[in-house]
């Protein structure tokens, strides 16, 4: 009981005090609430120290104020006041409460240990206590957590990543147990961070995925924090676009709240994203204003790290440029370096040491640049894949520039060695795609110092090789079973609605912007839910020149790359490799947009006759200006075999088809070689499936006519053509005939669709079917465009079918005409029918009509 | 708001705050277009004020003959003798316009994006053009038949892209 009136008027001025200092050192204004606490403390000596709220109050206002001082560097006098603390509750009667105020100091004591690095005595410490709160479960559900949760962070922070491990499940099902909602999302919150420190991205992007479905509805406080996570998660797995999405989603949220922690750290994540991306400007500016904040919270080791990005920012510039690196620069970078090891941010330092020697390499400065790459210690087990990446790069570039190409080319070989293993673990084919990015620069490297060296028949065939080492990895796996996921299923039907309703708002003239917002929203959701904790498939080996010769027999293959603005082709015939020079990338890659326009404006069935002898022309004259640029140096290798190509970045819109020296020939196109031998080596399998989707008017006839073709085909049209009748159908389906209209996402290619009755179906459906059909037949518009990422990783509707197992899939590379469409189909299954291969039976479709039946083979011919 | 000016202020003051009411419930019920005055102001910016306007050709979708439902962002203009078909590709923040004249000519093309001045480019003999990088925004396109020393100016209505 409280004693005297002004006691208790002590007792609540003091816990007042006590407040304002709690809320102060949440807000890090730890000076303040040093200040507050001991102004409560010596209110507290007017009171009664025999009263027990007296004695417990103190207790507590001792405990905040041990951590806070602590937190503003004094721990020693921290540790005194915790030692005070401990003096008091014995003075309590014994009970519950006695016992509960006696492990808190404890707890406290173990945390300011962790705060000052003494982890190791701090885990010793909570080793002692969780069993006292273990004793008495029930009413210590709450304590026990949140210690358990404390000892994982010190578990994290020595690298015992098994104990933080046990410690946070262990976390997590009490919280599940007892109801402890908020600190389950937190408990995830932390698995996520955890499971991306040891390099597990998928993990991590599902555990933050559950713990925002918590943070939602129970703490939406803590949710733009969790975003922020989600991001870095996303730049580690090389996603910058998504990852930019993500935080300008959440940027304005954190700037309204004023979490100037979080804004600041937002914006480092958004600077990398931009680096990534290649906007340097963007990231300078965002680095320093996120250095600025930093400054102002007193915070240095994450005011240096921010310091660390525009650094970054500016060597990216200067590296991507022609320009000599200023000394200055270099010289920045390496005091830098000194100053993050300092503070003991080891990986951080170890980029500022990395960037100075490639600048150092650029300056011509092999020696020092020697040295200062000998400064730099071996990546860990935890360091980040693109730190590790970085430091092979450096190796390779000081191996070139002293005349040692082997050793560069072995660098080369260990770092994609590395980064395949990374890519094993992830889930999903986004981020299979997106691991890429962080080789890229090394595979130039490797590519380039080969090219450089090719002469005649083995070198075409090392290089060869290297093109495969490097591009399109995402087509090297044998996809592993789907998990279903019933959020999942119910986002994408949702999407599906949003996207019926979009269209038919669309036609009656009624406006859209709020459905497509809410579809763009969807869209962001469902694409996070793609990222499986599972890997997306078992990888397969790249295959070897020898296996692609005896595989092609008497086919050619043609495997175009681009190096420093240059187009080159390695052709492999008969099993000899030849590199054949085809002059400038540019030029060849404008006039090809320029023809993909010219089919996409000719492609509407109803185009008025001047138009169409106008864009007729304008097709003919740049199919003419390819052919000569592209095939006829190729002429004498390719003669007239059939053709495997495997494009190169915007190649992958060339509608091949229409080159007048390619007109009537078979062909196919394949992400890699291996891709290409992958589909070849699959069995194929017999029953047919022909779909009709809604608002086609060429639909019924065509689909009645491909039934006299393949008479005992499965039929799904009309109104039974919905999404999951016709994923039924395609399960298992030897031969898929889709008509329907489509659309290619350019933003985020697993999104591209194809329209159904109940709306749209996704290539990331398609992409988990069982077994996907053996051979497809897309006709609709652009299902066969890919969106390329880095490392040549192109993923489309077609690609994302090809990917999951599919032989072999024949679509439109752009806007096809209704009738057009028709045509060329009753042609192509005619001969498929009669057991002509797809290549040859696409040639014979396309060649009446090249630009309007822009159609092409991908995967096996 | 007050919309309405009264001449000579010969109206009883009832009257003024009576059709200030009358000003705001029109404002309310029948605003003008959201960017109108703009629209204006960016058609008076033309310097040559002698010009053709073209019309631009409504393709009904669903009658396009097209296998896909997404509009691709193909539009058409004609006036008497000339059109002009664009097709626009959207990369990042801007445009890429792929552009044909029929009959086909080397007539100059200029594109205007409100706010971020203009670009021009002369097309092929074949009458096609591209012009890379343009802002998205409230666009017009000013064809000069025969060059850019010639007389006759073709222009498109003001559209948003």
Redesign the interface.
């Known amino acids: 009981m409280a004693g005297s009136g002004a006691a208790s008027g002590v007792i609540s001025v003091a816990a007042e005090l006590h407040r304002r200092a709690a809320d102060a050192s949440g807000d890090f204004q730890n000076v303040e609430a040093v200040r507050l606490l001991t102004r409560a403390l010596k209110r507290l000596d007017a009171g009664d120290p025999a009263d027990p709220d007296w004695i417990v109050l103190r207790t507590r206002i001792l405990i905040s104020l041990a951590l806070a001082e602590a937190e503003v560097g004094s721990a020693e006098a921290g540790f005194a006041h915790l030692d005070e603390a401990a003096r008091l509750p014995p003075r309590l009667p014994d009970g519950p409460r006695r016992r509960e105020l006696a492990i808190v100091v404890e707890a406290q004591r173990a945390l300011v240990l962790g705060r000052i690095g003494r982890f190791a005595e701090a885990v010793k410490l909570f080793d002692s206590i969780v069993p006292a709160l273990e004793r008495d479960l029930e009413d210590n559900a709450l304590p026990l957590t949140r210690n358990l949760m404390n000892r994982a962070l010190m578990h994290v922070a020595m690298t015992n990543s098994e104990a933080a491990l046990a410690d946070l499940r262990r976390c997590l099902q009490l919280a599940v147990d007892h109801g402890l909602t908020r600190i389950e999302g937190k408990v995830r919150h932390n698995l996520g961070e955890h499971s991306q420190l040891i390099g597990d991205i998928p993990g991590a992007l599902r555990h933050y995925e559950e713990a925002a479905r918590i943070y939602r509805s129970a703490a939406p406080g803590w949710l733009p924090r969790l975003r922020v996570e989600q991001a870095r998660a996303l730049l580690a797995a090389g996603l910058a676009d998504d990852a930019a999405r993500h935080l300008d989603e959440v940027m304005p949220e954190l700037r309204e709240s004023r979490a100037s922690q979080d804004i600041a750290e937002a914006e480092i994540a958004r600077a990398a994203a931009a680096i990534l991306d290649g906007d340097c400007g963007l990231a300078r500016q965002l680095a320093s204003a996120a250095h600025r904040r930093f400054r102002r919270r007193g915070n240095i080791p994450w005011a240096e790290v921010a310091a660390l990005t525009r650094l970054r920012a500016d060597a990216t510039e200067i590296l991507g440029g022609t320009r000599r690196p200023p000394a200055k620069l270099v010289a920045g970078l390496t005091r830098h370096a000194d100053r993050l090891a300092g503070l003991g941010l080891r990986d951080e330092a170890a980029v500022a040491r990395l960037l100075a020697v490639r600048l150092l390499l650029r300056r011509g400065e092999a020696a020092p640049a020697g040295d200062l790459l000998g400064r730099v210690p071996k990546p860990r087990r935890t360091t980040p894949i693109d730190h590790v990446m970085l430091l092979r790069l450096c190796r390779a570039e000081l191996a070139v520039a002293t005349g040692r190409p082997r050793a560069a080319l072995a660098q080369a070989r260990g770092g994609f060695a590395e980064l395949s293993l990374v890519r094993d673990r992830m889930g999903g084919l986004d981020l299979v795609c997106g691991t890429a990015v962080h080789g890229q620069e090394l595979g130039r490297l490797a590519v380039g110092l080969v090219l450089a060296n090719t002469r005649g028949h083995a070198g075409a065939r090392r290089l060869f090789a290297w093109q495969e080492r490097t591009r399109a990895q995402v087509y090297r796996y044998e996809p592993l079973p789907a998990i279903d996921d019933p959020v999942l299923a119910r986002l994408i039907t949702e999407m599906r609605q949003v996207q019926r309703l979009a269209q038919q708002n669309r036609l009656d003239g009624k406006p859209v912007t709020a459905l497509e917002q809410r579809y763009a929203r969807l869209q962001r959701e469902a694409g996070r839910l793609g990222w499986y904790t599972s890997p997306w498939g078992r990888p397969r080996p790249v295959s070897s020149p020898e296996e692609v010769a005896a595989e092609l027999g008497d086919r050619v293959l043609v495997s175009l790359f681009g190096q420093d603005g240059e187009l080159s082709a390695v052709t492999v015939r008969d099993g000899r490799f030849r590199l054949v020079r085809l002059g400038g990338l540019d030029e060849v890659v404008e006039i090809t947009k320029q023809l993909h326009a010219d089919l996409n404006a000719l492609a509407p069935d109803h185009l008025p006759p001047p138009l169409v002898a106008a864009v007729t022309a304008s097709a003919e004259k740049r199919a003419s200006m390819l052919d000569e640029r592209l095939v006829r140096p190729l002429a004498e290798v390719i003669g007239d075999r059939e053709l495997v190509i495997v494009p190169t970045g915007p190649l992958y819109a060339l509608p091949w088809s229409a080159l007048p020296s390619l007109r009537g020939r078979p062909l196919s196109v394949a992400p890699s070689a291996t891709a290409w031998v992958t589909a070849v080596r699959r069995e194929s399998i017999d029953p047919v499936v022909l779909v009709g989707g809604p608002g086609v008017p060429g639909a019924i006839g065509e689909v009645k006519q491909l039934r006299s073709v393949y008479p005992k085909a499965t039929l799904v049209d009309g109104p039974a053509a919905t999404s999951s009748a016709v994923l039924e159908a395609l399960d298992g389906a030897g031969l898929a005939h889709l008509v329907a209209h489509g659309a290619h996402e350019p933003a985020n290619a697993l999104f591209s669709r194809l329209e159904l009755v109940d709306g749209p179906l996704f290539a990331h459906e398609t992409a988990r079917l069982r077994r996907p059909p053996d051979r497809v037949v897309l006709a609709a518009c652009e299902l066969a465009m890919s969106h390329i990422r880095p490392g040549e990783e192109a993923l489309g509707f077609a690609g994302a079918l090809l990917a999951s197992g599919s032989r072999t899939v024949v679509g439109a590379i752009a806007r096809v005409g209704d009738r057009a469409a028709a045509e060329a189909m009753a042609d192509l299954h005619r001969r498929l029918a009669s057991g002509t291969p797809p290549a040859r039976a696409l040639a014979h479709a396309t060649a009446a009509d090249p630009l309007r039946r822009p159609f092409l083979v991908l995967g096996a011919g | 708001m007050n919309d309405i000016e009264v001449p000579g202020g010969g109206a009883f003051p009832d009257d003024e705050a009576l059709l200030a009411d009358l000003g705001r419930v029109l404002a309310a019920v029948d605003p003008p277009p959201d960017g109108l005055v703009e629209r204006v102001q960016f058609a008076l910016e033309l310097e040559n004020l002698d010009f053709e306007i073209a019309q631009w050709q409504r393709?009904e979708?669903?009658?396009?003959?097209?296998?896909?439902?997404?509009d691709?962002g193909?539009i058409?203009f004609t006036v008497s003798d000339l059109?002009v078909?664009i097709?626009l590709?959207?990369i990042g923040q801007c445009h890429?316009i792929?552009g044909?004249?029929?009959?086909?000519a080397p007539h100059g093309v200029e594109v205007r994006v409100a706010e971020h001045g203009s670009s021009a480019t002369i097309a092929d003999e074949?009458?096609?053009f591209?012009l890379d990088e343009v802002p998205r925004g409230t666009t017009q396109i000013v064809i000069s038949v025969g060059g850019a020393s010639s007389r006759r100016t073709v222009v498109t209505p003001a559209v948003v892209l």
């Open positions: 393709a979708p669903s009658l396009a003959g097209v296998r896909s439902i997404t691709e193909t058409t059109t078909m097709n590709t959207r890429r792929d044909w004249l029929v009959p086909a074949g009458g096609r591209v």
